[in-house]
């Protein structure tokens, strides 16, 4: 009886030996910080690359090169090396895109068109090789021990040809700001490093039942954060086809033995008013110990901006391995000028020794600095380049999606006049988000205005994209909706579906919001809310006085409204001294656009436009003209 079971074990034993492991595929993806595409396709990519319930985590292994794609960033150049080198390797022109097994299993391409069924289908084709990696620091942690070893399975053909075995070091990354252009923060499994180079190491041919092991010592790149579990990563891969046969990954990599890091800071706001735009800014940093050993002591350093001269804080206290305290920070220095500023805080000296990991030590958060010394009227701006840095945009759930200045390219521009203009840009993204840009505070009074020109696109008509013109007394802690248009009353241009529509300076409308109920003095900005559309833009603002201005103005245009008060009908004539764009348009006691008479190019001479008055309540309005370069207003009663 023990004859047998021992024969039965040893069968066992020699079936797992030849019979080929689960194909562990490889993909490589092609993204870039600078890419707005890549933002838009990487979570749900992500999402379906770690889905555990379908246990792809045991089937894939996804791995991303930075890419200069449309334009180069200090996250991609760091890699450069790596990063071209595996371009130039499958020729990719495009990002996102991607290489499934190198290229020759279905789901290469767009990362956005990759399925579930694409991962299924090449994880069930036999590998003809067994693989495994280890990965262990050195002692001085400043290098890692990498084994590999490699079987090939007798039960699967085996492979013919010059096969490439290539090694990688890969590393998740969460940026405290975006490193580029396109909001994105968190970056999943990018290389930093290929050894000994992107062209990989030529194996011999393996023979079957002979274990064929690489070893080798990888020097670690000074700015891999090794507390954020870093992995080794191997391939082989077909020097002639670009197929990959097999891949393997280590475990991730244990922290470090002395390690003390910032992981965060907390400030009161992230817009800070002070006359003139001189102001401290107190704050706290989150330190953590991310190493092994307790953390005892350590200095932090606090600065605002790239230059200028630390200040140093000293702590003293007992952290355990990933524990973590908040300190606080009073630098005696302040920032001076209105716009967009960095604070830095860097940890150093964990008991009073040298840290093992350096990447994790500092930590930036950005705030705003708002003048609340109001500027005189007129205040106008275009966003043209030397306006840039003046406006705060909110981030309120700090996923990257906010307004920015934006000019689409170098043939064509964003604004209404000039190349820039400020734009939500809400394509693709889920309904309900609400972010707000500030202008710089204008000295507006109960006989202010504001003109400005906005531009939005629907997907379909259902869309409730909003914009508003909003308030705030405190700094913006709080804001008041003032004016607000929403769905089709916003849209100015075609219902544009299943693309980015890009603003174009004919598509542009005037609008014209009464500021008499908005306090005096007060900060003004725009909200704009997304609700399943498209771009929200706006330019060309003119923040204005009304009084003797418009009587005058009105007199230059021989504007009339009439009958006054009216009923159910009214009418408006002006006469115009030249052909030029004028837009017609009624407000309401709060600054409402109610009703867009005419928006477009007229003709010199007499104009008179009927006002259907049945659907509005009695009140007071204002019927203003934009043309002759001038707003020109009169006011209308209604009474029922």
Known sequence: MKKILFAALALTALGTQVNAQTRMTLHEEFTGENCGPCAATNPDFWDLCNNTTAGNPGKLIHIAYMAPIPSSGWFYLRSKVVNDGRRSYYAVTSAPSGKYDGGIAAGSGHPGDFTQTHIDTRAAVPSPFNMGVTAAWTAAYDSIDVTITINAVPSVPGVTGAQTLHVALTQTWNFPSPPGSNGETHFENVVQDMYPSYNGTALPTITAGTPHVVTMRVKVPSFVDKSAKPRIVSWIQDGATKEVHQAAQSPEMPPVLRDAAATGITMASNILCAANGTVAFPHTVTLKNAGTSPLTS??????????????????????????????SMSPSGTVSGAGYYVVFDSVASPNGLADMNDPNNAWGRQFFVQNNTPLALPYTTSFETSEQGKYYMTDANSDGRRWGVYVSGTSTSMGHTGTYAAAFVNYGYPSGES???????????????????????????????????????????????????????????????????????????????????????????????????????????????????????????????????????????????????????????VGRTVAVINNGKLNAGNHTFDIDTKSLTSGIYSVVVNADGGTFTQRLSVVK
């Open 298 to 327: 350590a200095t932090i350093y606090t600065r605002a901006g790239t230059t200028g001269a630390w200040t140093p804080t000293s702590w003293t206290g007992t952290l355990a391995p990933d524990a973590t305290t908040t300190v």
């Open 435 to 589: 972010e707000i840009i500030t202008l710089p505070k204008a000295a507006t009074t109960p006989v202010s205005e504001m003109t400005f020109w906005s531009c939005h696109a629907q997907q379909n008509t259902s869309n409730t994209d909003k914009l508003e013109v909003v308030y705030s007394t405190d700094c913006g802690v709080t804001w008041t909706s003032h004016w607000n248009l929403t769905g089709t009353a916003l849209a100015s241009a075609p219902v544009t579906s299943g693309t980015l529509y890009i603003p174009v300076a004919s598509t542009y409308v005037k609008r014209t919001v009464s500021l008499s109920a908005v306090p005096s003095g007060a900060m003004l900005g725009f909200r704009a809310t997304n609700g399943g559309g498209n771009t929200i833009a706006i330019d060309d603002i003119d923040v204005h006085t009304t009084s003797s201005v418009n009587e005058i103005a009105t007199a230059n245009l021989n504007m009339n409204v009439f009958p006054n008060p009216a009923t159910d009908k009214a009418s408006v004539s002006f006469n115009l001294s030249a052909t030029t764009e004028a837009t017609v348009s009624v407000i309401d006691g």
